[in-house]
Nanobody, 119 residues
Framework: QVQLVESGGGLVQAGGSLRLACTVS????????MGWFRQAPGKEREFVAAIGWSAFSTVYAGSLKGRFTISRDKDKNTVYLQMNSLKHEDTAVYFC????????????WGQGTQVTVSS
């Protein structure tokens, strides 16, 4: 099993920045990709960004590329999401997720961390 714990959420003014962290524990050797998703009130969960756990490859939701940056520190078993120039519409619960292979779904999920951007 893999356990994911997010941190770093909070309240920030529009135009500000936050950095989320996702600490990974358990069978970390089984992780293929790590990702961030978000869910705003009344909306479906949406993909934000992903990064290879071993291969340093990244992918972003098109609308967020340039403002959000995903990174990882394998020594610390942590994945980060740096969010800049935040907008009110970025308000959501942000979830960390992991998948165990290139073709599997997102097998593991964290509990989420709330990000609120005041306009």
């Amino acid at each position: 099993q893999v356990q994911l714990v997010e941190s770093g959420g909070g309240l920030v003014q529009a135009g500000g920045s936050l950095r989320l962290a996702c600490t990974v524990s358990g069978r970390t050797f089984s992780i293929y990709d790590m990702g961030w998703f978000r869910q705003a009130p009344g909306k479906e969960r949406e993909f934000v960004a992903a990064i290879g756990w071993s291969a340093f490859s990244t992918v972003y939701a098109g609308s967020l590329k340039g403002r959000f940056t995903i990174s990882r520190d394998k020594d610390k078993n942590t994945v980060y999401l740096q969010m800049n120039s935040l907008k009110h519409e970025d308000t959501a619960v942000y979830f960390c997720a992991a998948k165990s292979s290139a073709t599997s779904g997102w097998n593991y999920w964290g509990q989420g961390t709330q990000v609120t951007v005041s306009s």
